[in-house]
């Protein structure tokens, strides 16, 4: 079932979360968007996607994925995932995601690593 995405950031040091909800597809664009320009907005340099085990995501949404990779790169800003099953754990890394942003098992292990 599509269930309309949700992004809510969230501060925790000097840390964006993306707290993301729902499906992640073509559509979810303005989401992204949005939350991407209040965070700059927010001059954050480190960001974090946090999406849940049972996150649907497809080649739409990675593909709006890609593009905010593109952004935070030109922009020299950190971008880490997390919450992500093992099934696109996989596909991310296929895709080449994981040489732009380094996923993560929980965001604690995130947050630790990024602090440094």
Do not use: W
């Not at 079932?1 to 073509?26: H, S």
């Not at 649907?56 to 997390?82: D, E, F, V």
Request: aromatic share 10%; glycine share 4%.
């Amino acid at each position: 079932m599509k269930q309309e995405t949700e992004i809510n950031l969230e501060k925790q040091d000097d840390i964006t979360i993306f707290d993301v909800q729902g499906d992640v597809t073509a559509f979810s664009e303005p989401f992204f968007t949005k939350a991407y320009q209040t965070a700059n907005d927010q001059a954050a340099n480190k960001l974090l996607l946090k999406f849940t085990e049972d996150a649907y995501i497809n080649s739409g949404g990675i593909a709006i994925l890609i593009q905010l990779l593109a952004q935070t790169k030109r922009n020299n800003q950190q971008i880490c995932i997390t919450g992500l099953s093992s099934h696109f754990k996989k596909i991310f890394n296929m895709v080449g995601i994981t040489k732009f942003a380094k996923i993560y098992n929980s965001v604690d292990e995130a947050v630790n690593d990024m602090a440094m």
